[in-house]
């Protein structure tokens, strides 16, 4: 077939090529464009270069915020979009106004990776001034706390300068610097005067300055591969692309490997009408995704109008590899990456000797556009091997903001070498024995877990990772336990997190809002039943299924019997028991009958300011929500009694 000739005769034959000229022609801007390969450096006369230090931000805007509570006209992502407002739009505030207003509310940051940070600008948001009790108002104190990951708890950050409260300006705090992943404010809100209940908080904008917040980039191996061969896959509409099923590995030295690809799944509607999209794999050894295009054709493609070329690096002495096929374009913009190419034969005294380069032309299949490819020659290494594999974890899924992952996980390992094709791989997970690595390694029990590799080359040396992983998948459990007070309740929410530990409770009832519990609260009887819905969220962000318990509608007064009686269910041994208890208010004793779903009790002349209790075995896993009646009576003919229910929640201890 006839080939347009290259019009400079210099081509034709070798140049000499150092290494310094050559590893800025493998690096410059355009130089390989559509190579295919991108050599990051040959040789080490390049100069080295430092980077500047991070300049402080205000880190706020990369984070997540979070609080106790946000009053439904608000909006809680106003704290970190750049705009304060003191008073006026309730969408420019976060604020927490509603029927049950607690003494305490917070307002806190996450961000994805750790932030280290040492200066605070918040501005309030209020509807008026005066402490009546009420409305929106600048709280009577706060302060700044961090996440401390060591104890999985909130402290006070160090050295403040000061906790202004400012109602119409910025409110700066400094303190002495923190890393950290979570940072809160927790405000004391302001007391009425006269009355015993407190002001809402509002807050229009948070800033916190300092630096990162973001996931710092994987470290270049320096083994890894420079490239990979280009996938460009043409297909027609309503027809799913034959993706290939490997793609060659380039590295430095010349090596070409091929190396599996498993593709994301490509959907029948990405080919359902003409134009291109996307596609990314996963290969052993590599840690980049794999990349490649997909063109949906809806006709003949038209002549070939491109190829691209292509650039090899061989080693002196060694014929180079050249690829099997390359990239044309087509006049329907389309590509196509497997279009086979045959290359002109090579003189070996092209590449005898290195520090040079020269030039290959190959017949393109179904064009008479030429191939072209530039072979790099460079020289072997055979100096003694001392240099370790590069090992690699790579971890899926991520972790949460909270830095904990919520999931089971797969930790995949990869390792490579600047000689030897394939490193012995092993893994250990937790201080265990070591194991050859077979495939990704599953972490899926809650703690922290602790998975190190290994890779050892063919000269002895091993190179070694290690990946410290924080899980827990499991929410946290919240107990109610509710007193009998008569005409009233007491209602107490009390939550357990074995893994990263509980970081808040909310809850609501009727004419309350979804919000942080504080403390113990009482509730009127009403002639309806109310449900009470509650949940935890542990420090790894689990949330609880909401749990719900009824409190019973107000019934004729019983005789007037001092008791107070509560029930709650308990997890033990993975299965459910429900524990009641009754105290006796009287200056007398009281017998006290206790009857449930799972059984019966009965105490004869329970003392004064003493209690009887009980638990049932449900030999269940879990139970729904119900309630324990109790008995109570002075004993003899003219003896009172009294008749109490109280209510547990219901519990799955799976």
Known sequence: MARAGRGAAGFSRPRRWTAATLAGVLVGAGALGGAGIAVAAVGSSLPAVTAAAEAPANV????????????????????????????????????????????????????????????????????????????????????????DEATSTYKDVVNPSAYGTARLAPNETTFEPVTTTKVRATFNALKGATVATYSAVGVTEWELWGTGGTEEPEPVDPNAPIDVSPVHVPTLVGELPDLPEDVDAIYEDGRVASVAVD???????????????????????IVEPVQGTVYVRDGEPGDVTEVDYVSVVTLAGTAPTLPSSVTAAFEDGSRDSRTGVEWDAVEPSHYAEAGGLFFVEGDVEGTDLP???????????????????????????????????????????????????????????????WAAYTGPVTVDTDGVRTVAARATDASGNVGEATRELKVDATAPVTVATVKNLGSSVEVTLTATDAGSGVDRIQW?????????????????????????????????GNQEVRQRIELPALGEPDPDLA???????????????????????????????????????????????????????????????????????????????????APYAALDCG
């Open 563 to 645: 008791v107070e009686v509560s029930a709650s269910a308990k997890c033990v041994a993975g299965k459910v028991a429900v524990s009641v208890r009754a105290v006796n208010g009287e200056d007398v004793p009281v017998d006290v009958k206790v009857g449930s779903a799972f059984g019966s009790k009965s105490f004869t002349g329970v003392a004064p300011g003493k209690s009887a209790s009980q638990s049932f075995a449900t030999r269940a896993g879990s139970v729904d929500a119900g309630v324990v009646t109790i008995t109570a009576s002075t004993g003899g003919a003219d003896g009172t009694s009294a008749t109490f229910e």
């Open 371 to 433: 191939a072209e490819a530039t072979v790099f020659v460079v020289a072997p290494d055979d100096a003694e091997d001392t240099i370790a594999p590069t090992v690699f974890l790579s971890v899926e899924p991520g972790p949460a903001t909270s830095g904990w992952y919520v999931e089971p996980v797969r930790v995949t390992v990869a390792a490579s070498d600047n000689r030897d094709p394939a490193p012995a791989v092993e893994v250990s997970v937790d201080g265990g024995a």
């Open 263 to 285: 593709w994301a799944d490509v959907t029948a509607e990405q080919v359902a009408e003409k134009g291109s999209f996307g596609v990314t794999g996963v290969a052993e050894g």
């Open 60 to 147: 706020a805007l990369l984070g997540t915020p979070e609080a106790s509570y946000t009053a439904s006209w608000h909006a809680i992502d106003a704290v970190n979009d750049g705009e304060v407002a003191h008073t006026g739009s309730y969408d420019k505030a976060w604020a927490t106004w509603d029927g049950n207003r607690p003494a305490t509310q917070w307002l806190e940051y996450a961000w994805e990776a750790p932030v280290r940070v040492d200066r605070s600008v918040l501005s309030f948001w209020s509807d008026g001034e005066g402490a009546n009790g009420d409305n929106v108002r600048v709280p009577g104190s706060w302060k700044i706390q961090y996440w």
């Open 508 to 540: 609501e009832g009727p004419g309350t809002f979804w919000g942080t519990y504080q403390e113990p609260f009482t509730r009127a009887l009403t002639e309806e039943p109310q449900v009470i819905e509650f949940a935890a969220t542990d420090a790894a």
